[in-house]
């Protein structure tokens, strides 16, 4: 896949993450996304830098908020409920929290997490790519993401799958021990699920 987009080649990944998502919601820029210019990031490039920024926020919140304060040191627990229980939100609440406001700030992409053995039904795969995606990284044990096009409501986007791997104890033990998952053996470091990018193809 050789379309890209355009933006300055010398930033880093994670500076250019956020230049992009700056510029993404600011109108006077839009116009450096979907371009065919060969100077430009392809979208490969891009919605890996997206998903190494949103990887890495979620692994560190995962880590360092839930796995410490919940599951070692017991000061707070996390719960689905945490409103009501005045808890921790989990991992994945947070996840879809920042794609909720991403969502509500710009349509020059969106994100959400899915997998195949959702809890919450809503999380299940409905498109052909979010399926074969999904499936994708599954079998491939997250060794490497899934890129596709696909058309959506008259649309073309430019789709990407990343693995969501269960990276402490405490996802593997709230997956399994849910009564509402449909599977119960998940280890650490195995593929839970799987984080979709979409961007708008010009």
């Not at 190494?52 to 919140?61: E, F, K, P, Q, T």
């Not at 796995?67 to 921790?88: G, N, P, T, W």
């Not at 959702?118 to 490497?144: C, S, Y």
């Amino acid at each position: 896949m050789t379309k890209k987009l355009t933006i300055a080649a010398s930033c880093t990944a994670l500076a250019c993450a956020g230049v992009l998502a700056m510029g993404l919601g600011t109108p006077a820029k839009a116009g450096l996304f979907g371009s065919d210019d060969k100077k430009g990031v392809s979208y490969e490039t891009f919605t890996d830098m997206l998903h190494l920024v949103m990887a890495s926020d979620r692994a560190i919140y995962t880590k360092k908020v839930v796995a410490r304060l919940a599951a070692k040191e017991k000061v707070i627990k996390a719960s689905e409920h945490f409103e009501d229980e005045k808890a921790l939100p989990l991992p994945a609440q947070m996840f879809r929290f920042g794609s909720e406001m991403v969502s509500s700030k710009t349509d020059k992409f969106a994100y959400q997490l899915l997998s195949l053995w959702p809890i919450n039904k809503q999380n299940a795969p409905r498109t052909e790519t979010e399926k074969k995606g999904l499936a994708f990284i599954a079998e491939n044990k997250g060794e490497k993401p899934f890129y596709s096009e696909e058309e959506l409501g008259g649309k073309n986007y430019f789709t990407a799958v990343y693995a969501d791997v269960a990276v402490a104890g405490p996802c593997v033990t709230c997956h399994n021990a849910h009564k509402d998952s449909p599977r119960t053996d998940f280890k650490l470091g195995e593929v839970m699920g799987g984080v979709v990018i979409r961007v708008p193809m010009n």
